[in-house]
């Protein structure tokens, strides 16, 4: 299983950035993916997830700004991000809680940068 993460870049504050995140590898069930972020020297914090069902949970400095959807026919999840401010600059990374037969296991992709300028 493998996750690649697209989007992410340099925006001055107020604007808006929109993530991505492929699932793709050998037969699986995804259920849960979503976003977390880490700044150097931090813990890794909750962004957003969706369940397979279309449940959300926010992160509460990102709640009324951000907006995780998925398409579940693309195994991909989205993340809408607007009214950004400075201390939204982190890498994102996507995050899939996927099951390969009974195997429950934790998949990561690789970070995505996220710059807002202030």
């Known amino acids: 299983v493998q996750l690649q993460a697209f989007g992410g870049g340099l925006v001055q504050t107020g604007g808006s950035l929109r993530l991505s995140c492929v699932v793709s590898g050998s037969i699986f069930i995804i259920n849960r993916m979503g976003w977390y972020r880490q700044a150097p020297g931090k813990q890794r914090e909750l962004v957003a997830l969706i369940t397979n069902g279309g449940v959300t949970t926010y992160g509460d400095s990102v709640k009324g700004r951000f907006t995780i959807s998925k398409d579940s026919g693309k195994n991909t999840v989205n993340l809408q991000m607007n009214s950004l401010k400075p201390e939204d600059t982190d890498v994102y990374y996507c995050?899939?809680?996927?099951?390969?037969?009974?195997?429950?296991?934790?998949?990561w992709g690789q970070g995505t940068q996220v710059t807002v300028s202030s």
């Open positions: 995050n899939a809680l996927v099951s390969v037969g009974s195997v429950l296991s934790n998949y």
